[in-house]
């Protein structure tokens, strides 16, 4: 039945691709840029990390914690598509005569299972920390995160299933974290924030920046290392 509604979904999407250029151009250009997706909730959060002057410090705990769950979403979804069973995209799904948007390369992540969506599981998680901390901009960072899923399905990146079970993860990832981090480690982090900000704050913007790409340079990086160590016989 999920099956059927992911091929239904998608089929109702495709239906509008390849006729235009400049709208799929600008569908690919919002769903495929983290300056216009993980970049700029990321944005949101630091309006709201600064908002907050009188007894700010245990916000910015709970803050920490939920920003580390929404940080390793992304890669516990990653781990998720490694092991589960490999599920085409329907870009690559043969079954499936998918009309290939403008500008969007048919090989790309041809090599990659589809579920649960890793990007999915950043954007929410992103968008609980929001919600936790403004309900009204929380709301609006869920509505963006869903259009943006919405978009990498009408790409062919994904099934409704993959979005689905990305975004569990993301809110789930938020949630839990936001409990289980030792409360002794936030505090030690803002200890920090207090007495060396600018250090904390080159190491919060780098850490920003890497949860905003999807860790994409240290994917390339350990991808660049493992190839080398086959090379030499590792």
């Known amino acids: 039945m999920l099956q059927r509604l992911d091929w239904n979904i998608t089929e109702f999407f495709n239906q509008f691709a390849g006729k235009h250029q400049i709208v799929d151009r600008s569908i690919h250009f919002l769903a495929d840029y983290s300056l216009t997706s993980s970049m700029l909730l990321l944005a949101v959060i630091c309006y709201l990390w600064f908002r907050e002057k009188a007894d700010s410090r245990p916000i910015r705990a709970r803050m920490i914690a939920e920003i580390i769950g929404a940080a390793l979403a992304g890669p516990i979804s990653r781990g998720l598509q490694l092991i589960l069973r490999f599920h085409p995209r329907p870009l690559h799904d043969p079954s499936m005569a ?61 099934w409704t299933s993959d979005i689905l079970g990305g975004a569990a993860i993301g809110i789930l990832c938020v949630l839990a974290f936001r409990t289980i981090v030792p409360r002794v480690l936030l505090s030690q982090a803002l200890t920090w924030e207090e007495r060396w900000p600018g250090i904390f704050y080159a190491f919060a913007f780098l850490a920003c920046y890497q949860v905003g790409t999807l860790f994409e340079d240290l994917r390339h990086l350990g991808a660049s290392l493992l190839q080398a160590a086959r090379i030499i016989g590792f």
């Open 98 to 158: 998918f009309q290939v948007p403008y500008s969007v390369d048919p090989e790309i992540l041809n090599h990659w299972s589809s579920f649960p969506s890793d990007h999915a599981a950043v954007y929410f998680g992103l968008a609980t920390v929001i919600w936790l901390h403004s309900r009204w901009l929380g709301a609006a960072a869920w509505v963006w995160a869903a259009l943006l899923c919405v978009l990498r399905v009408y790409l062919g990146y994904h």
